[in-house]
């Protein structure tokens, strides 16, 4: 009866010192709301209009011919037709004023199937995304579809100045600057991107910040343009930074909006928290973060498997459990 009640005791403290950890562990995550975008925009370079050119059309036959030959077998798109319509979006606009709509006839005519099951959306998680889709070999994430492939990484806006448009600087876009034509060129891709979605779309989402924000593409353009009757699931993956417990977990805060929102346009929802396979890359670049640790068996016997799994937890109770039988029940 009495080593009974000590071990439940035992094991109480220990569980009140487990969650009394994790509260303090959750205050040291620090929020920030973010405006921005989720796309980067680089430092000034020297990218000509020229260069920006030859740079778009040897990316255009390298994803037509080399990259995804399959998706082209009615035959490759015209890829100085897809420059200029790229261009006449946005030359010699104002800066801040260029709408998405105008690039429509771009994004259309770069549109291509993506397939079924394939298609990986993603916010504030951009190079987690990009890794994990093996560019199109398990996933394709909008910079794996030949839209996002051709502009991925140029910085670009419009001038009123010849010629009517710059690859070297841009102003970042900022509540001033809503309408830059990078800005509006990822919306109006990521728009189309989402339209082409069949079966099962998978999001991976942060949850070390707001996991579903209302500034997001995502929200505001991805979400809205899956077509009901030809996307039937959506599968949630939420990633949190190794070494920090995360904000938001699936069932709570903005990832039960982002259920409401699901079923609203009603599409079946899953979530998944921390799935094994991207924990595994993000340990790939921190191995030695405590909680990759289980790495440290994968090259040792199961003997010694076994061994671990007792150092860490069954010893320390059993220990906790002879002290206090030997102090205070002998
Ligand atoms: C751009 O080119 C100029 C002259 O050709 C050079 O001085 C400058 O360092 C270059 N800038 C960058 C960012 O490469
Ligand atoms: C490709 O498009 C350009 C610009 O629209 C056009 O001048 C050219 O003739 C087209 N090439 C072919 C092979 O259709
Ligand atoms: C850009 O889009 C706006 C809004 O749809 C339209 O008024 C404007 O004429 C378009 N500009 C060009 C160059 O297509
Ligand atoms: C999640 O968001 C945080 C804060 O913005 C960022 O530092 C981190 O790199 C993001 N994690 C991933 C996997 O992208
Ligand atoms: C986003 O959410 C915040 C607070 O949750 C709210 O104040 C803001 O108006 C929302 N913005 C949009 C564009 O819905």
């Known amino acids: 009866m009495i080593i ?9 403290l220990s569980s009140l010192y487990f969650v009394t950890s994790q509260r303090t562990a959750d205050r040291d995550v620090s ?16 990218v000509t209009l020229d260069i920006a050119k030859s740079i778009f059309s040897g990316r255009g036959q390298q994803y037509q011919y080399v990259q995804h030959p399959e998706l082209f077998k009615d035959g490759p798109k015209n890829v100085t037709d897809l420059w200029v319509k790229f261009i006449d979006a946005f030359q010699y606009q104002t800066p801040c004023t260029v709408d998405p709509s105008n690039f429509s006839d771009f994004v259309n005519a770069a549109a291509h199937d993506i397939p079924k099951d394939k298609t990986l959306l993603w916010s504030k998680t951009r190079t987690l995304a990009n890794t994990y889709s093996q560019s199109g070999g398990r996933y394709f994430t909008i910079t794996d579809s030949l839209s996002g492939y051709l502009v991925n990484d140029l910085d670009f806006c419009a001038q009123k ?3 009517g448009v710059n690859f070297r600087s841009c102003p970042p876009p900022s509540h001033q600057c809503q309408k830059g034509a990078e800005l509006s060129f ?13 079966g099962t779309v998978h999001v991976l989402l942060n949850g070390s ?18 077509r009901e009757g030809t996307v039937t699931e959506i599968r949630a993956l939420v990633v949190h930074d190794l070494g920090v417990r995360g904000r938001e977990k699936c069932g709570s805060g903005t990832l039960l909006k982002l259920q409401a929102d699901v079923r609203k346009r009603g599409f079946k929802f899953q979530c998944t928290d921390d799935p094994a396979d991207l924990r595994h890359l993000l340990c790939a670049d921190e191995p030695a973060t405590s909680s990759c640790r289980f790495l440290d068996n994968d090259h040792t016997s199961s003997g010694n498997q076994i061994q671990n799994i007792f150092k860490t937890s069954a010893v320390r109770v059993v220990l906790i459990y002879t ?8």
């Open 186 to 198: 990822w919306r109006e891709a990521s728009r189309k991107f989402a339209e082409l979605a069949s």
């Open 161 to 163: 100045q010849y010629p």
């Open 209 to 226: 910040t707001i996991a579903y924000s209302n500034e997001s593409i995502f929200y505001g353009y991805e979400l809205p343009s899956l």
């Open 4 to 12: 009974d009640a000590l071990l439940k005791l035992t094991l109480l």
């Open 323 to 330: 002290f206090f039988y030997w102090r205070f029940v002998r």
């Open 31 to 46: 929020i920030t709301i973010d405006v921005s975008l989720d796309y980067d925009v680089s430092s000034p370079n020297n």
